[in-house]
């Protein structure tokens, strides 16, 4: 219509105003063809009828196109403590959806570079693919500085551009005679000990599934670990089960069999792929998990391997080497904290002052579920949902108990014979 026009027009007389201008001042930059501008104006439209029609919508303008290379963060509902891998990887957009609502991003259909199934991602995983700098060729030098062969190779390298640091940082530290001893690793670099995996497992139990607070489980560990760390190894422990890399010797190669847990059909190992994925290939016989001899992608803890006998593979455990200590007195080890008692139906309890609600209340227990408990407090006819780490037992009796009659007093000991 006429406003694409005029739309068209003012783009056309901006660009050649622009190159005019350049010409003028002597900018070594030259006027454009036709052809080149006419390309750039025909893109620039495009960009503007998308963000037209996103304004009229009232929507955001998506920032990635297809075949747009990016970064991704990989979507795994089987992962628990959370659907999304912490880690991004390389993947190129072959699909734009946009958002069911106004506030909502955009969601990407994502095309992974290691072969992996497609996958529908939102906006706020997804970021510019970075290229990686390619490699400095190598150069004979001649000992001398800024020199290459003898001649001199042009200007000096270029200084380093950016925003300083907001830490602020410090400065320089200058070359001395005598280097001080590097400082010694963190409690949360130290590597975990086998009791506290226990203690962190009992942990996450006692919350129960689906009511796990990482804060609140690294507090109560009592080690000294961020919640990050944390809930990184605890993902880690459900992940434990590895394929072995045991290759056979050469000349005698040998095939991994393994078994399908749901339906206990065995298959053959063609490949593994990252996060946990493998290929494998399906015997000879019929049934629902695929056609005889078809090839299939399956999780690594939804199979069993097996031995050239057939029967199961225990998966074991890496363990860490733990480094060193230097002689001298070991540390003290952290204090660990004590769990809680634990109660029986009809115990008395009482509700922590520090609860959300029933702060100092006294009552029996009714029911025990996994990590709320079915209390009857004093005084109420029905009973009350309460956090399980929120009771501990109770140091007053229930309202109308009979109070135990005191400890008879200690006899008086007999009074000393005279001394003669």
């Not at 991004?88 to 909502?104: F, G, I, M, N, S």
């Not at 078809?294 to 998966?315: C, H, K, W």
Request: proline residues 11%; charged residues 30%; hydrophobic residues 30%.
């Amino acid at each position: 219509g006429r406003a694409n026009w005029l739309r068209r027009s003012g783009a056309a007389m901006a660009t050649w105003g622009r190159a005019a201008m350049a010409y003028i001042r002597g900018s070594p930059q030259e006027p454009r063809s036709s052809e080149e501008a006419s390309e750039e104006e025909a893109e620039s439209d495009e960009a503007l009828a998308r963000r037209l029609q996103a304004e009229e919508q009232g929507r955001p303008v998506a920032r990635f196109k297809l075949l747009d290379r990016v970064e991704a963060r990989y979507k795994d509902p089987e992962l628990r403590g959370g659907t999304w891998s912490r880690e991004y990887y390389a993947a190129t957009v072959v699909d734009v959806l946009p958002p069911k609502t106004q506030k909502r991003p955009h969601s990407y259909l994502i095309k992974w570079d290691d072969g992996s199934e497609d996958q529908l991602v939102l906006e706020d995983y997804v970021r510019p693919l970075v290229p990686e700098a390619p490699a400095a060729a190598p150069r004979d030098r001649d000992g001398k500085r800024g020199l290459a062969n003898g001649l001199r190779t042009g200007a000096p390298p270029p200084k380093k551009r950016g925003r300083p640091s907001k830490k602020g940082g410090r400065p320089p530290k200058t070359a001395t005679a005598t280097e001080a001893a590097p400082p010694p690793p963190s409690d949360e670099d130290a590597p975990w000990t086998p009791e506290e995996e226990q203690h962190l497992q009992e942990l996450v139990d006692e919350h129960g599934e689906g009511d796990w607070s990482w804060p609140t489980i690294a507090e109560e560990l009592g080690t000294g670990r961020a919640k990050e760390a944390v809930e990184e190894h605890y993902n880690s422990m459900l992940e434990c089960q590895r394929i072995p890399d045991d290759t056979p010797p050469p000349g005698a190669e040998q095939e991994q069999k393994l078994r399908i847990n749901a339906s206990g059909r065995i298959a053959t190992l063609v490949q593994k792929k990252q996060r946990g994925w493998l290929v494998v290939k399906l015997d000879e016989n019929e049934g629902e998990d695929g056609a005889p001899g078809e090839e299939r992608s399956i999780r690594t803890n939804f199979v069993t391997l097996l031995d050239a006998a057939g029967n199961d593979v225990v998966p074991t455990k890496k363990k860490r080497r733990r480094p060193t200590a230097a002689p001298g007195a070991a540390p003290a080890p952290a204090p660990r904290k004590r769990r809680p008692k634990d109660f029986e139906e009809g115990d008395r309890v009482t509700v922590l002052e520090s609860a959300d609600s029933h702060g100092g209340r006294s009552g029996a227990i009714v029911e025990k579920n996994t990590a709320w408990w079915r209390v009857k407090l004093d005084g109420d006819n029905e009973a009350t949902s309460i956090r399980r780490k929120d009771l501990r037992a109770a140091t007053t009796p229930a309202p109308g108990a009979p109070v135990p009659a005191p400890a008879p007093a200690a006899a008086a000991p007999p009074p000393a014979p005279p001394a003669p």
